[in-house]
């Protein structure tokens, strides 16, 4: 640190030495607490952790950790020496020096310039979660009463040691620290069905859960387009349910058309070493395998575990997204079969929970099964909810058997809860408000609020996923426990997880962006008092984050950062570019022609002159750091002013609004470079170029990307709109206030049929007087491939 650096750090100590806050949160369910007193841009500056810890004291002074700080692990206790090596690993990664580790047990007392590990099961603390953290300026000490508190302990220190970005000696602000979570579950769900993720990267995830104290690894394993774990006693769930063919251009070798099977699996000897490596980040992982639904990859492998009296053939594993309608039978056979996988699961996974999946369960070959509807009419059960309940409560009661608690997503409530069954809630916080009512355990992780499978900005480079954008801020500011409880009834509320699902998240890189730092909001919903959230501090924190992000290689996402440009004219018809960022928040620099972007760069203040050919560059910086990687801004020409990318385009339709990778050719365009993300409603692909000045303009160019069309949609499926081929390869219409009557252009699609990746089309526009909102069709002849727009330009006659 400098000198100056220093200063502060030791002035912001002092400048809070006086201020006090507030009362440890004491309660692990129900998430009450009391109200914090630091103001909290003081906090963040002394204490820049994530999440926010339930207690500061400021204290005078500063602790200096270097190569020469001693680690102690008191008594020598063995997991304290554990979590005291596995700091000064984390400490040498990011700052370059490793302090010793002395777990002898010989130590008298604390000597000076030492971090002691202490575990004393004795300690006054609320959980076996919460620590407390005594930094004063010659040592420090972490105190907590059982490991997992003592870890999350050396997670703050090692926070507070790694906020400045740099390497070499620490420079910490002297303080005590009291802390505990708001609640017990705090989770991710990682979907690795619809794509798979290998076992580093999966490791990678739980490390980085750890260090933002989340401790519920929800793991889902199967679906219907893929079985990911090894069961010994059905060797074809893996053989044949690990593997399926993508649907569109990646299914195929382009040079051969042989097909191009997608497959992944978890042997379980790697699924130990995950639960053995999460449970030393004191993360629980929660197994999901899905029933009666999401079943068609098990079906695929074994039929007769379907409803065989209604299948024609084995499916497929599926190459579609969607809800399926492949049900598991109900009878003895099926129930042996569900038995034998979940006794092989709870082999391997030794926490309390295991999750059965229950969502999306359309009924309709139960409905159409002869001996499902004959053995629904002998159990004297009124319809498939009830029939579906009666499954769920066979299921528990095999995994009572086996001291396990069943949980479930909240379909489970239809036709009746099961006596101990948890719910999760996902559609919505009902589910949740219901079982808490009816005295059951529920865990929130309503949709779209924490499906981190949304995208988070309408950003032009923002990746594939679902719409609307589930933005950095909207996480921050969820609240776990739903306003319509009473405080007795909250105390079933566990806590909440996001979840990650990957149909349009290819890579475990495009995985990471959508978690990160998505998943720090989310650590501090889950993590610090309900009252002492503050979107501001929360923002001055996430810039170390950001910086350990990037130190530790995790692809976070800087979508709420990113510099946005918007091309106008002003009042005098001058054109003009704005720069802005999600957020609001920190610096924009820039720099226009040639020249490196830096922090030195130019502030960006007002409205930049807009002179064409040019090219921008800017990104967002706070305290000397960026925040943003650069974003780049090239307008050729004045056109540019009439350019509307996708995202800045309506889709005339609420729908099924997706970011989706456009498919050809199979790893992108050019090779390995990434596929563009179009966005487009998967119902009826439509779109509106709102108030276009149409006086001047005597052509338009609209560059389109194709999609497979690969959803099953069930009773949506009506919904689908394919609209009749205009010309023999059909055609991109445009037409003018609204989409009927006659287009005043037609763009052919012949070229873009026969090219791979992204095609711009060219046209003409019939000469049309005034302002105009435009609305762009494919009248192509089928709804697969799906066309979508990438750009349209208008051009001048
Ligand atoms: C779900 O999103 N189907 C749980």
């Given at each position: ?638 056109a540019?002013?009439t350019q509307r990318t996708g995202?800045?385009l309506?889709?005339c ?9 456009d ?15 179009l966005?487009a409603?998967?119902?009826?692909p439509c779109w509106i170029y709102?108030?276009a000045?149409l006086?001047?303009v005597g052509a338009i160019e609209v560059r389109v990307g194709q ?15 394919s609209r009749p081929a205009n010309g023999p390869e059909g055609a991109l219409e445009v037409r003018a206030?609204?989409c009927?009557g006659a287009p005043i252009a037609v763009l052919p699609l012949g070229s873009a049929r026969r090219t791979?990746g992204l095609t711009t089309l060219r046209g003409k526009v019939a000469p049309t007087?005034?302002?105009h909102?435009l609305c762009l069709v494919f009248a192509s002849g089928s709804?697969?491939p799906l066309w979508a727009i990438e750009r349209v330009t208008l051009r001048p006659r």
């Open positions: 640190m400098s000198g100056k650096r220093m200063r502060a750090a030791v002035a912001a100590a002092v400048a809070l030495s006086m201020v006090t806050a507030i009362t440890l949160s004491a309660c692990q369910r129900g998430g009450q607490d009391a109200a914090v007193e630091v103001p909290a841009a003081q906090r963040s500056q002394a204490t820049p952790v994530i999440p926010l810890p339930a207690k500061v004291e400021l204290r005078e002074g500063v602790f200096a950790l270097d190569a020469g700080t001693r680690l102690q692990a008191a008594n020598g206790d063995k997991d304290a020496a554990r979590i005291a090596r596995d700091f000064a690993a984390r400490v040498q990664r990011l700052r370059g020096f490793a302090p010793s580790v002395d777990a002898s047990g010989q130590a008298q007392g604390e000597a000076a310039h030492t971090v002691v590990f202490a575990i004393d099961r004795q300690a006054a603390l609320p959980s076996d979660e919460a620590y407390t953290l005594d930094i004063g300026p010659e040592g420090a000490r972490i105190q907590a009463r059982a490991p997992a508190g003592l870890f999350y302990g050396a997670v703050t220190l090692w926070q507070l040691a790694t906020s400045d970005g740099g390497r070499g000696t620490a420079q910490i602000a002297a303080q005590r620290i009291e802390d505990a979570p708001r609640f017990p579950w705090r989770g991710l769900m990682l979907d690795s069905a619809r794509h798979f993720q290998s076992v580093e990267q999966v490791k990678t995830l739980i490390d980085q859960m750890a260090l933002h104290k989340l401790n519920t690894f929800h793991w889902h394993l199967t679906d219907d387009q893929g079985w990911r774990i090894e069961i010994k006693k059905y060797p074809r769930l893996t053989e044949v349910g690990a593997c399926r063919i993508p649907a569109g251009a990646s299914g195929h070798d382009p040079a051969t058309g042989a097909p191009l099977p997608y497959c992944g699996f978890y042997t379980q000897d790697q699924i130990r070493d995950v639960v053995a490596y999460a449970a030393e980040r004191y993360v629980t992982v929660v197994p999901e395998i899905e029933m009666p639904g999401h079943a068609q990859a098990a079906i695929a492998a074994y039929p007769e575990y379907g409803v065989s009296d209604v299948l024609k053939a084995p499916p497929p594993v599926s190459p579609d997204w969607g809800v399926h309608t492949y049900l598991f039978n109900t009878d003895d056979a099926t129930f042996g079969f569900l038995q034998d996988v979940l006794a092989e699961v709870t082999a391997l996974f030794p926490g309390r929970y295991v999750h059965i999946g229950g969502d999306e369960a359309a009924k309709d070959q139960w409905q159409a099964s002869p001996s499902i509807q004959a053995q629904k009419a002998a159990l004297g059960l009124k319809d498939e909810m009830a029939m579906q309940s009666w499954f769920v409560a066979r299921i528990e009661k095999y995994l009572g058997s086996r001291n396990r608690s069943l949980v479930g997503w909240d379909e489970i409530l239809e036709g009746g809860l099961p006596p101990r069954a948890t719910v999760m809630s996902w559609r919505g916080t009902k589910g949740a408000i219901e079982a808490a009512r009816a005295g059951h355990d529920v865990i929130l992780s309503p949709a779209p609020d924490l499906y981190f499978d949304h995208v988070q900005s309408d950003n032009d480079d923002e990746p594939a996923g679902r719409l609307a954008a589930i933005t950095l801020k909207a996480v921050y500011g969820f609240e776990p426990v739903p306003t319509e409880l009473t405080p007795e009834q909250a105390k079933h509320v566990l806590g909440a997880q996001a979840n990650l699902w990957t149909e349009h998240r290819r890579s475990f890189d495009a995985a990471e962006r959508a978690l990160f730092p998505r998943t720090a909001a989310l650590a501090e919903a889950v993590w610090s008092p309900k009252g002492a959230r503050d979107w501001d501090s929360f923002l001055r924190r996430l810039v170390p984050q950001m910086a350990r992000y990037q130190a530790q290689n995790v692809q976070a996402s800087d979508a709420a950062f990113a510099v946005r440009y918007q091309a106008e004219r002003d009042a005098q018809g001058q054109p003009r570019v704005k720069l802005s960022n999600q957020v609001g928040f920190g610096q924009i620099r820039y720099v226009e022609g040639k020249g490196p972007l830096s922090n030195a760069s130019p502030l960006y203040d007002t409205a930049l002159p807009l002179r064409p050919p040019t090219t921008f560059q800017a990104a967002t910086y706070v305290d000397g750091r960026a925040l943003s990687a650069p974003r780049r801004y090239a307008p050729a020409d004045m540019a002013l995202n800045r309506r889709q339709k609420g729908g099924l609004n997706l970011r989706m990778e498919d050809a050719p199979a790893d992108g365009i050019g090779g390995r470079s990434p596929r563009a993300a966005l409603d998967v119902f009826d709102e108030g000045a006086d001047q999609l497979p069309y690969n959803y099953q949609l069930w009773r949506d499926t009506p919904k689908i709109v206030d609204g009927e791979a007087a005034g302002t909102d709804h697969d």
